[in-house]
T-cell receptor, first 113, second 109 residues
Framework: DAGITQSPRHKVTETGTPVTLRCHQT?????MYWYRQDPGHGLRLIHYSYGVKDTDKGEVSDGYSVSRSKTEDFLLTLESATSSQTSVYFC????????????FGSGTQLSVL | DAKTTQPNSMESNEEEPVHLPCNHSTISGTDYIHWYRQLPSQGPEYVIHGLTSNVNNRMASLAIAEDRKSSTLILHRATLRDAAVYYCILRGSQGNLIFGKGTKLSVKP
């Protein structure tokens, strides 16, 4: 299995509180991605990174920010969590972009009450 | 971004071949076709990808139509462990994978 660790695995929080999810990799892959998965929507890309301090928006980036200060860590922050952000969040990594396979983490189940 | 269309669900019997179809009529000439699958309570995993020619690996085969507007993922002998949601994906305009809803494959013993 690719060395990807997502933390926490489960989190329950209240509306309006800030939340940070962490993705840590040991593969030294250049690309990192955050997806969310909701029933009826499949996986949707939130943000991605193509190098340290290099990030870009995905299709559902509103309400989310990311940071990548080290190759191995990619953080996803919900500045003020809302109930619509209740979801399963997956981190993925890739060596050289989309033409190489993505390796996914085990996911973080986030519930915003 | 080019989109894909897959059946919502399919059933198969164990140890029989399974053909999972995907339509992508708006595919561009440089789009690769990727397949991933997601087992229950896990993240997606890579299955196979191709551009124009048919592709084989240890997990599956990918048959691509000559006009590239459709493709078929072939599992040669389905096992119970192959029960999953299978995603047919094209590269998005940002260069990223855009997942649709996929096909839920059930395998009966």
């Amino acid at each position: 299995d690719a060395g990807i660790t997502q933390s926490p695995r489960h989190k329950v929080t209240e509306t309006g509180t800030p939340v940070t999810l962490r993705c840590h990799q040991t593969e030294n892959h250049r690309y990192m991605y955050w997806y969310r998965q909701d029933p009826g929507h499949g996986l949707r890309l939130i943000h991605y990174s193509y190098g340290v301090k290099d990030t870009d928006k995905g299709e559902v980036s509103d309400g989310y920010s990311v940071s990548r200060s080290k190759t191995e860590d990619f953080l996803l922050t919900l500045e003020s969590a809302t109930s619509s952000q209740t979801s399963v969040y997956f981190c993925a990594i890739s060596e050289t972009g989309v033409l190489r396979e993505l390796f996914f983490g085990s996911g973080t189940q986030l519930s915003v009450l | 971004d080019a989109k894909t269309t897959q059946p919502n669900s399919m059933e198969s019997n164990e140890e029989e071949p399974v053909h999972l179809p995907c339509n992508h009529s708006t595919i561009s000439g440089t789009d690769y076709i990727h397949w991933y699958r997601q087992l229950p309570s896990q993240g997606p995993e890579y299955v196979i990808h191709g551009l124009t020619s048919n592709v084989n690996n240890r997990m599956a085969s990918l048959a691509i139509a000559e006009d590239r507007k459709s493709s078929t993922l072939i599992l040669h002998r389905a096992t119970l462990r192959d029960a999953a949601v299978y995603y047919c994906i094209l590269r998005g305009s940002q260069g990223n994978l855009i997942f649709g809803k996929g096909t839920k494959l059930s395998v009966k013993p």
